[in-house]
């Protein structure tokens, strides 16, 4: 029932003496004095039951904005856009009986709130087909404060979630989404968008608490030149594209920023979404073996130039790349590649070829000229202080292996880390040695001083 219909059936109950077809009389009448343009039918109601000496009070809003709501709230409906989806999970009580929950999270005009769908209303069909951007109407919901004082709207059994596709003045996620360079400290429920810097890889780890957990990471570039590291915690590889190539334009929909170690962070979770906004198909590539060596499932992990000086990390999880070796040039179809990092298995196409690639020396970088921007270098450098040993504690009371040594060439020195199985590519190097690292990552180390990090495709030769 609309609200004219509301008021209006007030009315006549209150003045049982006139009928339907009075009131609107009434009504013509008054609108017709008045002036046509300045009076609806509702607004007019308003001032015929004034003049017949009865006061009419407008129903409440059904619909609320999200700034409104407030703990204990019951019955709310509220028209809104959706930000992200999470996927449904299990959980137990305490008693041991089992439940579903899905995050939602949506927005209006003026802010954003975190939906919870409980049980069955986690497993709704049409929660598949929502997607960011969609205009929904959250139906009958409830408000409660989290653990963390933050207000949640509650999906239970007697709400509901319907898409609509009316107009609405709530901004489009387009209209939402703000260059990477524009992100502030404290930014939350965001939407960024950049250009891929560098290689995306995915990571499992165990955090704390000894639960596993997943992790996308990547740099998104600005408008400005400048990129922020991205951490996007709970995804998994399974979730993204086979192809996502260095240099392509990105956004994720559901961030916040925070400092991290003095460094602005972009971090998201299992909702964010990830958007490739230019993905073409992977195309073989040609690459010169700078190193090659084994990690500790036994598989090829190789370092490879192309024609732009372009480095490209290679994991071949097959072992067919078994009969090559360093300076051979390959052709190969990888069936990942992500940034520059590429995947290699069963199903791969790898052969050598002839070809005309960069050479080691022309790759090389003086130590002056490295900057801590998590880029790739290879160097050449005499060994000033031997490498040496020792077992750090993290936070999580795990003690991994450090090994470190200074180095120099006749611009700069700097200190060359390896850290767990990196640390025994260290182990065979002595003072005074020149040697040639390939594969090395630079990064802000203590007192703001630029460092060198091993990688699983780092290689290192002693020069005669």
């Known amino acids: 029932m609309s609200e004219f219909e509301t008021l209006l059936s007030k009315l006549l109950e209150m003045k049982s003496d006139l009928s339907r077809s009075d009131i609107e009389n009434l009504i013509a009448k008054k609108k017709e004095k008045i002036g046509a343009g300045y009076l609806t039918d509702q607004g007019a109601l308003f001032l015929v039951a004034s003049d017949l000496g009865i006061t009419i009070s407008e129903p409440p809003k059904s619909e609320i904005s999200i700034k409104d709501l407030h703990a204990g709230a019951k019955e709310v409906t509220l028209q809104t856009r959706v930000l992200n989806v999470s996927p ?23 802010s954003a709130v975190i939906v919870k769908l409980w049980d069955d209303k986690a497993n709704l069909p049409e929660m598949s087909n929502i997607s960011p951007g969609d205009l929904i109407k959250i139906i009958k919901a409830y408000v409660k404060s989290d653990l963390n004082g933050q207000l949640t709207v509650n999906i239970g059994s007697g709400s509901s979630i319907e898409r609509t596709e009316t107009t609405s003045s709530i901004p489009s996620i387009d209209s939402i989404t703000k260059d990477v360079s524009d992100l502030k400290e404290g930014d939350t429920n965001v939407v960024v968008s950049g250009i891929l810097d560098g290689p995306v890889t995915f990571s499992e780890f165990t955090n704390f608490k000894g639960i596993p957990g997943t992790a996308i990471r990547l ?12 951490v996007l915690w709970g995804k998994n590889s399974s979730e993204m594209p086979k192809v996502i190539p260095s240099g392509t334009k990105a956004r994720l929909i559901g961030v916040k920023a925070k400092t991290n170690q003095q460094e602005l962070e972009i971090h998201g979770n299992e909702s964010t979404t990830l958007e490739i906004q230019s993905q073409k198909q992977v195309e073989p590539i040609v690459v010169k073996i700078l190193s090659a060596m084994k990690n500790e499932n036994k598989q090829k992990m190789i370092l490879g130039v192309d024609k732009q000086k372009q480095l490209y990390n290679i994991i071949d999880i097959a072992n067919i790349t078994e009969t090559f070796s360093e300076d051979d040039i ?41 900057k801590p921007d998590n880029n790739t270098y290879c160097i050449e450098a005499i060994i000033l202080k031997a490498p040496e040993r ?5 936070k999580t009371g795990e003690t991994i292996t ?32 020149i040697i040639s690292v390939t594969g090395v990552t630079a990064k802000p180390g203590l007192e703001g001083r630029t460092e060198l990090f091993l990688t699983p495709y780092s290689g290192i030769k002693k020069k005669n």
């Open 390 to 394: 020792r077992n750090v504690q993290t």
């Open 88 to 110: 449904k999970k299990q959980f137990s009580r305490k008693d041991g009986s089992q439940f579903y929950l899905r995050n939602m999270t949506v927005y209006d005009k003026d």
């Open 402 to 433: 450090l090994s470190e040594m200074y180095v120099e060439d006749d611009t700069a020195q700097i200190w060359l880390k390896g850290w767990r199985n990196q640390a025994r590519l260290l182990d065979e190097c002595s003072i005074g040695e």
């Open 219 to 230: 740099r998104l570039k600005g408008n400005n030149g400048n990129s922020l590291r991205a």
């Open 330 to 370: 390959i052709e190969c179809m990888p069936s990942k590649m992500y940034g520059n990092n590429l995947t290699i298995d069963s199903e791969s196409f790898v052969r050598k070829v002839e070809d005309n690639l960069p050479s080691l020396s022309e790759l090389r970088t003086r130590i002056v000229n490295i």
